[in-house]
């Protein structure tokens, strides 16, 4: 894991980048957020460390669109230059190149190394933004945004699905991952732990977020209020986001629906 300082959300101030493969073998730069002069040398200076070792980078992938995860590419594009390889959504918001690749559900690559190969596998986790994407192999899940050890994860109400961010951790949780390398902060020891509270906190602020709604909350703002009474100290915006991503969320399950700017029990 190579942390690079990001203008990120607090409180993470970097966001992993991961280097895939084994020295001397086929290597893969997972999320190189460089964007800042410091980021940027650390990846260089990471960047001559693998190619020292005969390696070469055969790929950048990245798990999401998020301006946190892909850096600053035309300097880069200096460092080194390699195919990339991400989900078509996100694809859409960077440069293209006839060398791009789209990555979706159930590919699968491998890196060739020393007299052996690495194998790793796409699955699609929606919920954080449209495009979002996991790596799965053998050492654990590379999970983006899905969760983090430290702080939470946003589900923003402008592109994110609140429904598919749920089903996406229950997901990783079936595939029983050894360890979970997120974007931001430590990697998961214990990733059944750290999934099970993600779930049971999301679905709880869910319920929450309904039975004020069915208690007669019916404008957004009252309704954040009640659902997070728990977390008084909360920033007032993200209440108003998080709470309007669990309402579309409901929307869409057609469990509330909206009218006016209003929110009613089905």
Request: charged share 25%; proline share 6%; aromatic share 6%.
């Amino acid at each position: 894991c190579l942390p690079l300082p990001t203008q990120t959300l607090p409180p993470a101030t970097h966001t992993n980048c991961y280097v895939l493969g084994v020295s001397g073998g086929e290597r893969i730069i997972v999320d190189p957020a460089a964007k800042s002069k410091e980021a940027l040398d650390i990846l260089r200076n990471k960047v001559r460390e693998i190619e020292s070792t005969g390696s070469k980078i055969v790929a950048t992938i990245f798990t999401h669109k998020h301006p946190d995860h892909i850096g600053d590419l035309e300097n880069i594009s200096e460092i080194y230059q390699a195919p990339i390889w991400t989900s078509k959504e996100t694809l859409e918001i960077i440069p293209k190149s006839e060398s791009d690749k789209i990555l979706k559900e159930g590919d699968d690559f491998k890196l060739i190394g020393k007299g052996e190969s690495i194998s790793w596998s796409v699955i699609e986790t929606h919920g954080h933004c449209p495009g979002h994407i996991c790596l799965v192999g053998d050492a654990g899940i590379i999970s983006g945004d899905n969760v983090t050890v430290i702080g939470t994860i946003l589900v923003p109400s402008s592109d994110g699905d609140m429904n598919q961010y749920l089903e996406g951790l229950e997901r990783i949780k079936n595939l029983n991952p050894p360890l979970l390398f997120p974007g931001h902060g430590p990697f998961s020891a214990n990733p059944q732990r750290l999934l099970n509270r993600y779930i049971t906190h999301r679905n709880e602020r869910h319920m929450l977020v309904y039975n004020a709604v069915k208690n007669n909350y019916k404008e957004l703002e009252s309704i954040a209020k009640k659902s997070y009474e728990d977390t008084p100290d909360a920033h007032p915006a993200l209440l108003i986001d998080q709470t309007l991503s669990h309402l579309k969320g409901h929307i869409k399950s057609e469990n509330i629906r909206e009218e006016d700017g209003r929110y009613y029990i089905n």
